[in-house]
């Protein structure tokens, strides 16, 4: 269906709240950006002062060094404005300490480090013959600090006047240590009338970068949801980790452009939002525990949509391959028998979900329960007979690397697709290997077209028994109707598989323990993988 370029397009606009309106902090991205930022500073912080001290002590006349020398309070003032530095650089770089503490933290830096840089400045010998000096080591810190590390506007005043005193206190310290007279009031105002100026205009400058940031993490609310950082992205968008704003629940919400959703033009039209309700609709419906759970969708005022959804705690079994290698086939087996469970409900639903892979297939941390399966990302899922469909031309139909024939061929597609991307995932989960490992996409899809699969007991060295191999290959044959008829017969054919030991709770949750305890507990959330092709 081609879409008519002169009608203006729909669009679904995000309800608001009043707490939109408020006031609030940076985004915790930004804060995290800001805090790294901090840690670099207090390095060349420390780095700056030592090497201005040291070329200026190698710089200077021998005759001013012996004249004057050089006071103690000197080398405590450098001692300490180095450690400092240092310290602020390992304690934003350790993570120990929440983002906004150690921001509070960096401002008290920020005030020592100034009374450091007065007190260094103020000690320069040639400092006697006159009161000019050039530019402030006060007012450039002071002013690069506040445009780099932005904070409120409270906290930046204080922390940035206080700076900016740090000037005449230093050259107090400094009078009082080495017994020299005080300048008089002209120099006083020629020293540091300019610190408190620079000062002063920092803060006006820095609410700039700072309102800018609120109003990107106002920007950032959809609805009831508050966008917190991004994870990662993906072929249809990028996914962001997110919390509703009334509730305690995570979330995490995918946003997918119009661009990325195969729209040249920039715009959403009717049809297509259609096309997205109702996937979103019917994907809402399903109930299945193994499927991603859906909590809201919508179109944003800029146009693009998005996806509510629950927020995982594992990681996807591609990841968990790579990581850790081919798995023991009972473990096999009781990832696949929970991902028919998924399967079959969408199968009755009308839904053929034409993208399962390992990245789409995640293993959890579900409560109490370990190696709980999530199938994702039913983005690509095709809406069969049992509903209208509504096509949407260019649009994706799945991975190289698990496409089943009949979808490479543009042929009509049902269950026994998904079965067939299944057998592969169980191919991949015991070998490590994918069925066909071709030079390019294409090829790829060639060798699912006519090659057949080499049996995965000849590429591994995991004991794989006969019946799961059959399996395997069942699902893997070129034609649809040699396939399992079902996802529950599938379940039945892996259940019926004589195992040497069953995958049990206690194994799954000793596996956890051992290879990833920092799951236990730890909220994380699967980002997704590019889609890598569109149907051919």
């Not at 780095?47 to 080398?75: C, D, E, K």
């Not at 399996?471 to 396939?483: F, G, H, N, S, T």
Request: some cysteine; hydrophobic content about 45%.
């Amino acid at each position: 269906m081609k879409d008519d370029s002169s009608h203006q397009p729909d669009r679904v606009c995000i309800p608001r709240t009043s707490s939109d309106t408020k006031t609030g902090s940076l985004p915790s991205d930004m804060m995290n950006q800001a805090v790294m930022r901090l840690g670099w500073l207090g390095l060349i912080y420390a780095a700056t002062i030592n090497l201005v001290h040291w070329t200026r002590m190698y710089a200077m006349p021998a005759n001013s060094l012996a004249a004057q020398g050089i006071p103690t309070l000197v080398y405590v003032a450098l001692t300490i404005g180095t450690v400092l530095g240092l310290a602020i650089c390992a304690a934003t770089w350790s993570r120990k300490l929440a983002a906004q503490m150690l921001l509070d933290i960096g401002l008290v830096f920020e005030v020592v480090a100034a009374l450091c840089t007065a007190i260094l400045e103020n000690s320069n010998p040639l400092i006697a013959q006159g009161p000019i000096r050039g530019i402030s080591g006060v007012a450039a810190w002071t002013v690069f600090f506040v445009l780099v590390i932005p904070t409120s506007f409270g906290k930046t005043t204080i922390a940035t006047l206080t700076s900016a005193a740090m000037g005449p206190l230093g050259l107090l310290l400094f009078v009082a240590v080495n017994g020299t007279g005080l300048p008089d009031s002209k120099t006083w105002l020629s020293l540091f009338v300019p610190d408190f100026l620079c000062s002063f205009w920092a803060v006006v400058l820095s609410r700039f970068i700072y309102g800018m940031g609120r109003d990107l993490g106002k920007a950032r609310r959809m609805g009831y949801y508050e966008l917190i950082e991004p994870i990662g992205k993906g072929g249809m968008g990028e996914v962001w980790r997110a919390k509703h704003r009334m509730l305690a629940r995570p979330a995490a919400i995918k946003l997918i452009s119009a661009e990325s959703a195969g729209i040249r033009s920039g715009n959403l039209t009717t049809t297509v939002i259609r096309r997205f309700e109702q996937e979103a609709q019917i994907t809402a419906t399903l109930q299945s525990q193994h499927t991603i759970q859906l909590y809201d969708f919508g179109i944003t005022d800029d146009g693009a949509f998005y996806y509510v959804m629950e927020y995982l705690n594992g990681l996807d079994l591609k990841t968990l391959v790579e990581k850790f290698g081919p798995v023991p086939a009972e473990r096999a087996v009781h990832f696949m028998v929970q991902v028919t469970d998924s399967l079959e409900e969408a199968h009755r639903a009308g839904m053929v979900h034409r993208d399962i892979k390992p990245a789409n297939i995640f293993t959890s941390v579900h409560g109490v329960q370990y190696d709980f399966i999530k199938v994702l990302d039913f983005g690509l899922a095709k809406v069969t007979q049992k509903h209208e469909g509504i096509t949407m031309s260019g649009s994706a139909s799945g991975t190289p690397a698990f496409m089943a024939p009949e979808a490479a061929l543009g042929e009509p597609v049902d269950a026994r697709t998904d079965l067939y991307a299944l057998g592969a995932v169980g191919y991949w989960l015991l070998t490590a290997r994918l069925v066909f490992e071709a030079e390019t996409p294409y090829a790829t899809v060639i060798d699912h077209i006519r090659k057949a699969p080499v049996p995965p007991s000849k590429r591994t060295e995991i004991q794989i028994p006969e019946a799961l191999e059959r399996v395997i290959m069942m699902c893997l044959e070129k034609d649809p109707a040699d396939r399992p008829a079902s996802a529950r017969e599938l379940a039945r054919m892996l259940r019926d598989v004589p195992l040497v030991a069953p995958w049990d709770e206690a194994r799954a949750e000793h596996w956890w323990q051992l290879h990833e305890p920092q799951a236990i507990g730890r909220m994380t959330v699967h980002a997704g993988e590019p889609l890598a092709t569109e149907a051919l």
